[in-house]
Nanobody, 125 residues
Framework: QVQLEESGGGLVQAGGSLRLSCAVSGGTFSRMDMAWFRQAPGKEREFVAFISWSGVHKLEGASVLGRFAISREDAKNMVHLQMNNLKPADTAVYYC??????????????????WGQGTQVTVSS
């Protein structure tokens, strides 16, 4: 059973940076496509970033393009999300997600079969 655990969330002022990490266990990480989503209170879960199993293909959501960057460390079974120039609108719970041979589009939550518990990111103005 694949397990994911996020870390690195917290409170930061607007314009600041945070780096989220996701540790993966219980599966073959090198075969997993990974993604980050976020969910603010009262809103739907939103796609943030994707990285393919090979690390070659990456995609960022329109609202974070140019500010956030996803990366992976296969030697440590970890995926990271570097978040720069944070804005109050980035405040949300951030979730790590994993999929092996996903059948659906990578920006849709239902494509992913394993999820972490989430980590809170709060950006103050």
């Amino acid at each position: 059973q694949v397990q994911l655990e996020e870390s690195g969330g917290g409170l930061v002022q607007a314009g600041g940076s945070l780096r989220l990490s996701c540790a993966v266990s219980g599966g073959t990480f090198s075969r997993m496509d990974m993604a980050w989503f976020r969910q603010a209170p009262g809103k739907e879960r939103e796609f943030v970033a994707f990285i393919s199993w090979s690390g070659v293909h990456k995609l960022e959501g329109a609202s974070v393009l140019g500010r956030f960057a996803i990366s992976r460390e296969d030697a440590k079974n970890m995926v990271h999300l570097q978040m720069n120039n944070l804005k109050p609108a980035d405040t949300a719970v951030y979730y790590c997600a994993a999929a092996v041979d996903p059948a659906g589009t990578v920006v849709v939550p239902s494509t992913y079969t394993a999820w972490g518990q989430g980590t809170q990111v709060t950006v103050s103005s």
